[in-house]
């Protein structure tokens, strides 16, 4: 059966996307690895309008109630490995199955990136962890480490300085990237110990983490650390789709109404090349692609 639609990711944008869809009576499903995307991830939302203040994981509940208020199929545990338009049908194909769509919206979002030291690997779930809201009390009134300099490292220290003993914020540049607000959360708290111009060299450890070696401007030292939060970045999961045209970071190349450069196939969040990434941006971009789609099948018709 070929579909209206096809959703990729479930993350804001692809909620808000299958929320539009819905309302527009559209045949289609959404396909995702998980419900949430990085905004389960999150702490504290502050910036969510509607919230003063909400946590990622209730945020991501109440995304899932509207969910299914709509009664929307969610093929979750899926993940997309192609996608490729031929003959004006776009062909999605999955670690289960393959489907068939006249229209699709990638929302697929970003995954983690690796510092790419030895011991990083062999501890990983073993003292190297990527998400402090998955794995953060997993290491409560222990010395951990954050690696980054970016909103997503100071997230995670600013949730680590309520949980842990010690943590230690470990930054390559000489500054921080991130929101002044969060900086100063950081920089005034006693139980985080910054270090600027510091290069992660190794991870060691026996069957879990034991420690993590530094070089700061050439003065080499080990941190006994029970923990290791990787948060440098995140790289876009778009290698699946063919044909479409990407920039240097492998982001969809979008217009402003969230389309390629292959009709009937849009893309929307922090998979894109729009510059901010924000959850209120990638739910703007969902309604926009589910919009841009159905008027897409209208032409067509």
């Given at each position: 059966?070929?579909?209206?639609?096809?959703?990729?990711?479930?993350?804001?944008?692809?909620?808000?996307?299958?929320?539009?869809?819905?309302?527009?009576?559209?045949?289609?499903?959404?396909?995702?690895?998980?419900?949430?995307?990085?905004?389960?991830?999150?702490?504290?939302?502050?910036?969510?309008?509607?919230?003063?203040?909400?946590?990622?994981?209730?945020?991501?509940?109440?995304?899932?109630?509207?969910?299914?208020?709509?009664?929307?199929?969610?093929?979750?545990?899926?993940?997309?490995?192609?996608?490729?338009?031929?003959?004006?049908?776009?062909?999605?194909?999955?670690?289960?199955?393959?489907?068939?769509?006249?229209?699709?919206?990638?929302?697929?979002?970003?995954?983690?990136?690796?510092i790419g030291v030895p011991g990083e690997k062999e501890y990983k779930n073993k003292g190297v962890a990527y998400c402090v809201?998955?794995?953060?009390?997993?290491?409560?009134?222990?010395?951990?480490?954050?690696?980054?300099?970016?909103?997503?490292?100071?997230?995670?220290?600013?949730?680590?300085?309520?949980?842990?003993?010690?943590?230690?914020?470990?930054?390559?540049?000489?500054?921080?990237?991130?929101?002044?607000?969060?900086?100063?959360?950081?920089?005034?708290?006693?139980?985080?110990?910054?270090?600027?111009?510091?290069?992660?060299?190794?991870?060691?450890?026996?069957?879990?983490?034991?420690?993590?070696?530094?070089?700061?401007?050439?003065?080499?030292?080990?941190?006994?650390?029970?923990?290791?939060?990787?948060?440098?970045?995140?790289?876009?999961?778009?290698?699946?789709?063919?044909?479409?045209?990407?920039?240097?970071?492998?982001?969809?190349?979008?217009?402003?109404?969230?389309?390629?450069?292959?009709?009937?196939?849009?893309?929307?969040?922090?998979?894109?090349?729009?510059?901010?990434?924000?959850?209120?941006?990638?739910?703007?971009?969902?309604?926009?692609?589910?919009?841009?789609?159905?008027?897409?099948?209208?032409?067509?018709?």
């Amino acid at each position: 059966m070929i579909m209206d639609l096809i959703i990729i990711g479930a993350g804001p944008a692809g909620i808000t996307a299958s929320v539009y869809a819905s309302r527009k009576k559209m045949n289609f499903l959404v396909i995702t690895k998980d419900i949430g995307g990085q905004a389960a991830w999150s702490s504290d939302v502050e910036n969510y309008p509607g919230y003063q203040f909400i946590t990622g994981p209730d945020l991501v509940e109440k995304f899932q109630e509207h969910l299914q208020k709509y009664g929307i199929q969610v093929r979750e545990n899926e993940e997309a490995v192609e996608l490729e338009k031929k003959d004006k049908i776009i062909y999605i194909k999955t670690t289960k199955e393959v489907y068939e769509a006249k229209t699709a919206i990638i929302a697929a979002g970003k995954r983690v990136k690796e510092i790419g030291v030895p011991g990083e690997k062999e501890y990983k779930n073993k003292g190297v962890a990527y998400c402090v809201t998955c794995d953060g009390l997993l290491f409560a009134e222990k010395d951990v480490a954050v690696v980054g300099g970016g909103n997503s490292a100071l997230d995670a220290a600013i949730q680590m300085m309520h949980i842990a003993n010690k943590v230690y914020l470990i930054n390559i540049t000489d500054a921080f990237m991130g929101d002044s607000i969060m900086q100063e959360k950081v920089k005034n708290n006693p139980k985080v110990k910054i270090l600027h111009n510091t290069r992660v060299e190794s991870i060691i450890g026996d069957k879990f983490v034991k420690g993590i070696n530094i070089d700061t401007q050439g003065r080499k030292e080990t941190l006994n650390v029970k923990g290791i939060f990787i948060e440098i970045g995140l790289m876009p999961n778009s290698w699946f789709a063919k044909g479409l045209d990407k920039n240097e970071k492998n982001e969809i190349k979008v217009n402003c109404a969230n389309e390629t450069n292959v009709p009937g196939i849009f893309a929307a969040g922090d998979v894109t090349s729009v510059p901010e990434k924000q959850i209120v941006i990638a739910a703007g971009d969902g309604a926009k692609a589910a919009l841009g789609a159905f008027r897409y099948l209208a032409r067509l018709k």
